[in-house]
């Protein structure tokens, strides 16, 4: 059985969150956020699909709780390494939309 994260229950609430008033939509923490959400994202699918090309006949059959547990380690994974270095996706993306210029 193949189980799948709705990724818009894996974004934080102040993502989903539509800006009320003009100084949310420029604070730039919020929108540093976002685009490390978006890379952690967009790092998830990569490792699914990675994880297609691996061969699932072994000796033992995969169960529903591994599947489970491989989609958590992959989303955990991809929020790390989106927090840490990176791709760098979400640093040019929050450069691209009007962050600080300076770090």
Known sequence: MNSTIDPKLLLSPAVTKTPDSATNR??????RKACQDFE???VHS???EMR????TDGLLPRGMGE???VEMMDWEMAQR??????LGIAEALFRQLGGEKDR
């Open 67 to 69: 599947d489970a547990y």
């Open 26 to 31: 420029k604070d730039p923490a919020a929108l």
């Open 52 to 55: 297609k090309t691996i061969p």
């Open 40 to 42: 952690a994202l967009f």
């Open 81 to 86: 390494s989106s927090r840490t270095q990176g």
């Open 46 to 48: 990569l490792f699914k």
